[in-house]
Antibody, heavy 118, light 111 residues
Framework: QVQLVQSGAEVKKPGASVKVSCKAS????????MHWVRQAPGQGLEWMGI????????SYAQKFQGRVTMTRDTSTSTVYMELSSLRSEDTAVYYC???????????WGQGTLVTVSS | QSALTQPASVSGSPGQSITISCTGT?????????VSWYQQHPGKAPKLMIY???KRPSGVSNRFSGSKSGNTASLTISGLQAEDEADYYC???????????FGGGTKLTVL
């Protein structure tokens, strides 16, 4: 069965970077794009970007341009999302989600809580 | 402010039907048949309920249906059940520059 397993919770100081991993299993890793979506405490869903695991191409939301980097390792079927220059407003649960079409996602990781605090 | 506009809350009694609207623009909802809807229970990851406007993934109850008129998409839940109480988010493709936009979410309360 399809599974997306994310790395554990992180606590970071303002200005630091965080790298969240998402290991896929149960399907052909390179056949499906992967979205990254975040959700701040008590808030809605926010799209961050998408990566094509086959060629590694990416597209990022304008809000995160210059601060986010999405990569993949096909040998381990893992995608990564790195967010730099962290600030308190980046405190959120970060999800990876397998893309069905250009915008929707059928399988989601369990989420990774990133807390930014001094 | 979210790109797509949803009502903050809706409510209904068990057995009733409710509809949640999702209003976008001619650059997103109005231009593409790529609206999706997610259900999210507290502390859980979102679950895809509708994609490509009206398609249901395998395993999703046929009580959930999606439609679109102009720049507004809608999710209808018929025969409301207690377990339908959750937050619902719409999502749309919005073109190559900012491919994905979400609505702000709607809290459904089953009375």
């Amino acid at each position: 069965q399809v599974q997306l397993v994310q790395s554990g919770a992180e606590v970071k100081k303002p200005g630091a970077s965080v790298k969240v991993s998402c290991k896929a299993s149960g399907y052909t890793f390179t056949s499906y794009y992967m979205h990254w979506v975040r959700q701040a405490p008590g808030q809605g869903l926010e799209w961050m970007g998408i990566i094509n695991p086959s060629g590694g191409s990416t597209s990022y939301a304008q809000k995160f341009q210059g601060r986010v980097t999405m990569t993949r390792d096909t040998s381990t079927s893992t995608v990564y999302m790195e967010l730099s220059s962290l600030r308190s407003e980046d405190t959120a649960v970060y999800y990876c989600a397998r893309s069905v079409d250009s915008s929707s996602s059928d399988y989601w990781g369990q989420g990774t809580l990133v807390t930014v605090s001094s | 402010q979210s790109a797509l506009t949803q009502p903050a809350s809706v409510s209904g009694s068990p057995g009733q039907s409710i509809t949640i609207s999702c209003t976008g623009t001619s650059s997103d909802v109005g231009s593409y048949n790529l609206v999706s809807w997610y259900q999210q229970h507290p502390g859980k990851a979102p679950k895809l309920m509708i994609y490509e406007g009206s398609k249901r993934p395998s395993g999703v109850s046929n009580r959930f249906s999606g439609s679109k008129s102009g720049n507004t998409a809608s999710l209808t839940i018929s025969g409301l059940q207690a377990e339908d109480e959750a937050d619902y988010y719409c999502c749309s493709y919005a073109g190559s520059s900012t491919p994905v936009v979400f609505g702000g979410g709607t809290k459904l309360t089953v009375l």
